[in-house]
């Protein structure tokens, strides 16, 4: 039995620690935290702090702590912490030990050997400095790998065609783009450019910023002088970045921000995702540029990527993916937790080393895009039913979106909201899985907002509300078995296609033809009636034996109705039925 | 004479009768019928290997269905391990929402301390506007109070800092000021409120620490 090996991500701002047990990647947590901050210090009793106290108390003791040493890693240089002056490599080694620590008291046993990454540009120098920074911390480092390596090894751990991956590498702190070739599990780093000074930290204060220029306009008064208002302003932005990566708009609300003059000051403002773009255009400009020149730097072109890979939690920022999607023409891998990836691709890395069977890192994600139909552009041209995706394949599961849209009448009174499952930008081509009317709304121009949320977890549900943003009015609606309504519609499809190749013509099947057929024609009653017989039929379950019976008779009258083409004999079961399904649903 | 002599014939004659008889039985005792014998041995045998192999066969069924059982004794525990965890972190997150609103409430509160009634020579506040102010005030305290008493029954307390020495285990700097008089890294004004859920740090407080030297 080979001795474990674990897997350590030593970053700027953070780093982590994981380990592969029976196949499967654990980043080990301390207590309940996986990120360890890179934060170094000595505390009032001299004694040595490791993490989130170090980072506590950064701005008291500035002498005594010491943050961001991965940025004089190889320089031969000291820092002091309380007197006692230490290479960069000492400081490093004590993180590593706390990381040594924290896998030893999950395993319950000792550990001395890690792979560790560094950024694909270290130098000789950079690099031999970790390893003697691991060598202090009683570590043998059996292997450094970089890290767009690890981040493409949590995808790809057993790939056996070649593949061209861009790492896409966006942390709170620094930016990171690489272009990498993998192979039979081997990976090589083509290419890799990247900004020291550039990350998620920024988009914050843009948004602080934009506050503080809204409050010196609207009630002429600079907040930077009240600390108060300024710790729960930086907190309010922080948190509508967050919210803005799921919905198109946040509304910022600090009630009793501040006392000027005796009078009470409240902040309440909307920012737009838009206008949140805009603020951080630049930025994301000067990441697009780093890709080019990555890619120049590997004598590629956007064309000759096959797959990229996002890494940092500020990767999260939709318009990055919008930017990634329309320069190389698919979508990011982003499954994978993009905080741990890099620390879990070292643990993979080490399980290699050790001959460990590692299984393929399984995520929960979505097999289908589900979306609404919407007035829209295809092929150029007006068309009524544009289908707008909302929650992408293979997003996260639970995962929880909104997209805003607008009436396109003056005094619209009502909209239908439609939505379907599927890929295809004409959203009649996709599977109806849900339908519902939301109606007094405002009597004002077209362009009234109204935001539609779809909510999707782990068992297939999907909740989908549609608001008017104006009024709050709100209507919602519950498919269960999302996940799966495709599957039985596409079995059928797939029974019928194979029956008609063996030249058998089921009977049943015959009249569900039939039946189809007879959808198509103007019998709008027939199609309504056949979707209540749908969701009683998912409903039978979960009901009540006698809710069962009156369902099962109330379903066979309105077959009975179907086959006679009995529209008038329809309406009463169908109404019963459709009473049954809402007090059971309720 | 004759009646002894018949007595003595009779119990010859039953004596021969007893020694042919067991003769007989003895005979046929001394020579079985082997064949009968073997196919009954057979026979028994076959039932006890039948018997024996039902044994087993229950024998494996029982410990095989002790397996499952153990085996889903263990999913079912480490699935109860995962539903109190996620219950907890359940119960975390909701209150960390909870102390957003309290965060406001108390904003609110605090800035009504503040308020004085106008009172100068040519100004005054209306009686009835003081009294109203002063009732919402009161109102609003109320309301605080029964906040705070709900963060309690939940064992949510607040992490006492003002005045106290900075420790980083509950509190984190985000301002420093010099303040001569008081001590160095005593806690001067407390930011942003922390909180301990269950002796546990459920948010750290935020503060503006003295900073001599």
């Known amino acids: ?586 | 004479m004759s009646a002894e002599t018949e007595k003595k014939q009779l119990l010859e004659q039953f004596q021969s009768y007893l020694e042919q008889s067991r003769v007989e039985t003895v005979i046929a005792n001394e020579q079985p019928d082997l064949n009968t014998l073997l196919t009954e041995m057979v026979e028994l045998k076959t039932e006890v290997k039948t018997e024996a192999r039902q044994f087993k066969n229950t024998l494996d069924l029982l410990s095989s269905a002790l397996e499952t059982v153990q085996q889903d004794n263990k999913t079912l525990s480490e699935k109860m391990l995962e539903a109190q965890q996620q219950q907890d972190e359940m119960k975390r997150a909701m209150l960390l929402e909870f102390i957003e609103i309290y965060d406001r409430l108390s904003a609110g509160a605090t800035l009504f301390q503040d308020y004085r009634p106008v009172k100068t020579l040519f100004k005054r506040s209306r009686n009835k506007d003081i009294k109203v102010i002063k009732q919402f005030q009161q109102g609003q305290n109320m309301s605080l109070k029964r906040f705070q008493q709900l963060l309690q029954s939940y064992q949510v307390r607040v992490i006492d800092c003002v005045g106290q020495s900075f420790d980083p285990k509950r509190m984190k700097v985000v301002e420093t000021a010099t303040v001569n008089k008081v001590e160095n890294a005593v806690v001067l004004e407390e930011l942003l409120t922390g909180f301990l859920y269950k002796d546990k740090v459920l948010r750290l407080a935020e503060v503006k620490v003295n900073k001599i030297y």
């Open chain 1, 1 to 586: 039995m080979n001795e474990i090996i674990i897997g350590i991500d030593l970053g700027t701002s953070n780093s982590e620690v994981s380990v592969v047990e029976d196949g499967r990647v654990t980043v080990i947590a301390d207590g309940d935290k996986k990120i360890l901050p890179s934060y170094v210090g000595i505390d009032d009793g001299g004694n040595l702090i490791i993490g989130d106290e170090a980072r506590n108390q950064y701005l008291l003791y500035p002498e005594r702590t010491v943050k961001s040493i991965k940025r004089l890693m190889g320089q031969n240089t000291q820092v002091q912490l309380a007197d006692q002056s230490y290479s960069p490599q000492e400081i490093s080694a004590m993180i590593l030990k706390r990381l040594k620590t924290i896998a030893e008291s999950y395993l319950g046993q000792t550990v001395s050997k890690a792979v560790i990454t560094v950024p694909a540009y270290f130098s000789d120098a950079q690099r031999q400095a970790t390893r003697q920074a691991g060598e202090i911390a009683g570590l043998n480092v059996v292997r450094m790998i970089n890290e767009p390596t690890a981040a493409a090894l949590t995808y790809d751990a057993n790939q056996a065609e070649q593949k061209k991956l861009l790492v896409y590498d966006l942390g709170g702190g620094t930016f990171d783009v690489s272009v990498v070739n993998i192979e039979q599990g081997v990976v090589e780093v083509l290419s890799s450019h990247g900004n020291n000074h550039l990350g998620g930290d920024d988009f914050d204060q843009k948004i602080i910023q934009y506050l503080i220029d809204y409050i010196q306009t609207t009630y002429a008064v600079d907040v930077r002088l009240y600390s108060k208002a300024m710790a729960r302003i930086s907190k309010a932005a922080e948190q509508a970045k967050f919210v803005l990566s799921d919905q198109p708009y946040a509304q910022i609300d600090e009630e009793y921000l501040l006392e000027h003059n005796g009078v009470a000051i409240h902040l309440s403002v909307e920012l737009s995702r838009m206008q949140y773009e805009e603020m951080i255009e630049d930025s994301i400009n000067l990441t697009m540029d780093a890709v080019h020149i990555a890619l120049k730097g590997a004598k590629f072109i956007a064309s000759d990527i096959d797959e990229i890979v996002l890494v940092g939690g500020s990767t999260r920022t939709p318009c990055i993916r919008e930017r990634l999607l329309n320069e190389f023409g698919f979508e990011p891998h982003d499954e994978v937790d993009a905080d741990l990836c890099v620390a879990m691709g070292a643990a993979i890395q080490a399980a290699m080393i050790n001959d460990q069977q590692v299984d393929k890192v399984l995520v929960d994600v979505t097999p289908y895009t589900y979306g609404t139909s919407a007035i829209g552009l295809l092929n150029g041209e007006s068309y009524p039913f544009k289908y707008e995706a909302i929650i992408h394949k293979n997003s996260v599961l639970p995962s929880r979106k909104t997209d805003a849209f607008v009436t396109n009448q003056d005094g619209q009174e009502f909209v239908d909201i439609t939505i379907y499952q599927g890929e295809d930008l004409d959203a009649l081509n996709n599977v109806k899985i849900a339908e519902f009317r939301v109606e007094g709304l405002l009597d004002v121009k077209a362009g009234n907002t109204i935001l539609v949320t779809l909510e999707l977890d782990l068992n297939g549900i999907l909740h989908v509300s549609a608001q008017e943003k104006a009024t709050g009015l709100i209507k919602s609606i519950t498919v269960n078995n999302a996940l799966s309504q495709a599957e039985s519609s596409s079995v059928k499809a797939a029974t019928q296609r194979i029956s008609a190749l063996f030249g058998k013509l089921d009977s049943s099947l015959y009249e569900q033809d039939k039946l189809n057929n007879e959808q198509q024609s103007l019998h709008p009653e027939i199609e309504n009636a056949q979707q209540v017989i749908t969701r009683a039929e998912n409903l039978l379950d979960s009901v009540s034996a006698e809710d069962k019976e009156d369902m099962v008779t109330l379903i066979e009258a309105i077959q009975h109705c179907i086959d006679d083409e009995d529209i008038v004999g329809l309406n009463k079961p169908v109404t019963e039925l459709n009473d049954i399904i809402y007090y059971v649903e309720s």
